[in-house]
């Protein structure tokens, strides 16, 4: 099948690979000329494990390629997916403007039939709003053509999402034409060879699906981190409570664990955007507001456990002289993305607080540059920065730094005091190694250090 992509960032590069990958003749489109060279010539804007090599691959041999030259694009192609960014605005709304700009060009420029697919993350109506974008443009034109609008949202985990494609746990389609409905099935057939995952319903059930899916996961998180924070003062431990709650086969152990909040370009933005949907609707939405709140409260804890720690009282500012290194700037392991990750505010944080700033991350260090610049110090080697620190905070739960050899860092160190914000450590263990050691509501029957 011919398809064109527009948007050549995380969704629709992967999007394009794969369908690539599984047979189809795809054309990427973006307005960003730069981006679109460097593609040509085999540089990848994003990191995600497997992605370079499949788009390497695809574009030798000649299923995929990329382009700023949206009429060939379209005129070529049945099925438009429109997979362009979708950034809060400032009331938190979702700005359609880049996908509304698509679908204005698609209609400025198709010569026949065709599918035009949301595949960007939108509010419920949007469809209909892109389907008017098309349709004013044909006016205008003074021609009647034919196209359907569907709804095809992503479930794509960053740092698994060529997986997350190849392989998914569903494929939702929003389309009321049974006709649309089979030419989706059968752009999507091959990646349903053991099961058949596709879901077929209503256009606007399948734009709220998206916002729903990633508010549950976002209250999860939320719901964890508070339960994680009366543990300590309560003197439990979260991770036991994790084991007895998952073991529940209604509630399950994903996305329960305790950490410094969630980040990303989707939970965030998207909880956002569904409150104000909500808001637009006359509805107010009690949870979502609360779940936003406690994580933005939770971006705070490690900062403050580190002040609590080391803090001189009565000194301001209160880290003043303290050197803290940092394990992770990414908002989760395996991508460089670094946008609302926690790590951004923990880091402020400690440099408002006085502290000097040294970070490691395997892929994020480029992208927190344009975040921190020469404000903090970066090593690409996760021990360099440890010598004569204060204290080790660990923010982003990479592989790396799952089974380091402690008594390096413990020699490195001129205090043994480690925060670990994604309890990858047992506390026995790290108390026979001879460490101060602060986790996240893990207790063992006592309160925990700094709580009152």
């Known amino acids: ?81 429109i997979a362009v960014g ?55 034109r003074g021609v009647s053509l034919e196209f359907d609008v569907v709804s095809n949202p992503e479930f794509l985990k960053e740092g698994a999402a060529i997986d997350d494609f190849m392989k998914p746990d569903r494929v939702v389609i929003g389309t009321d034409n049974v006709r649309t409905a089979e030419i989706m099935k059968e752009l999507y057939d091959p990646f349903m ?41 309560m003197g439990a431990d ?42 637009e609707s006359n509805y107010n939405f009690l ?24 803090g001189s009282p009565g000194t301001e500012p209160p880290l003043a002289g303290h050197t803290i290194a940092c394990w992770g700037l990414s908002f989760k392991p395996r991508t460089d993305d670094m946008r609302e990750a926690p790590a951004i505010t923990i880091i402020e944080r400690l ?23 020469d404000r903090i110090a970066y090593s690409h080697n996760q021990y360099d920065i440890l010598d004569n620190a204060d204290a080790l905070v660990v923010i982003t739960d990479w592989s790396e730094y799952r089974n380091p050899d402690f008594e390096r860092i413990k020699s490195a160190m001129k205090n043994p005091l480690i925060v670990d914000g994604r309890n990858l450590y047992k506390p026995d263990r790290m108390a026979t190694a001879g460490f101060r050691y602060i986790p996240l509501g893990r207790c063992g029957g006592s309160v925990c250090e700094g709580v009152k």
Do not use: W
């Open 1 to 81: 099948m011919k398809i064109c992509i527009f948007g050549a960032g995380y969704v629709g590069l992967v999007a394009a690979a794969c369908f690539a990958e599984s047979g189809n003749s795809v054309i990427t489109v973006d307005i960003n000329e730069n981006r679109i060279e460097g593609l040509k010539q085999g540089i990848i804007p994003i990191y995600e494990p497997g992605l370079k090599e499949m788009v390497l691959r695809n574009q030798a041999e000649g299923r995929l390629a990329f382009t700023t030259d949206t009429v060939s694009a379209v005129q070529s192609s049945l099925v438009s997916f």
């Open 86 to 140: 979708t950034p809060p605005g400032e009331d938190g709304s979702a700005d359609l403007k880049y996908v509304l700009g698509v679908a204005r060009e698609i209609g400025r420029t198709m010569t026949g039939y065709k599918i035009i697919v949301d595949k960007s993350t939108v509010p419920v109506g949007t469809a209909d709003k892109v389907r008017a974008a098309v349709q004013q443009e044909l006016d205008l």
């Open 193 to 233: 060879r053991k099961q058949n995952r596709m879901i077929v319903m209503d256009i606007r059930s399948a734009e709220m699906t998206k916002y729903a899916a990633n508010a549950m996961l976002a209250t999860r998180i939320s719901f964890m981190n508070q339960i994680a924070g009366l543990c300590e003062r």
């Open 238 to 279: 979260v991770a036991a409570v994790r084991e007895g709650i998952g073991s529940d086969s209604r509630i399950g152990y994903d996305f329960l664990f305790p950490g410094p909040g969630y980040g990303g370009s989707c939970f965030p933005k998207d909880v956002k955007a569904l409150i104000k949907t909500a808001e």
């Open 287 to 310: 949870l979502l507001k609360a779940v936003e709140d406690v994580n933005e409260l939770q971006k705070e804890v490690l900062a403050d456990k580190l002040v609590k720690a080391l």
């Open 351 to 373: 440099l408002a607080a006085g502290a000097t700033v040294r970070a490691h991350d395997p892929e994020a260090i480029e992208e927190a540059k344009k975040v921190f610049g």
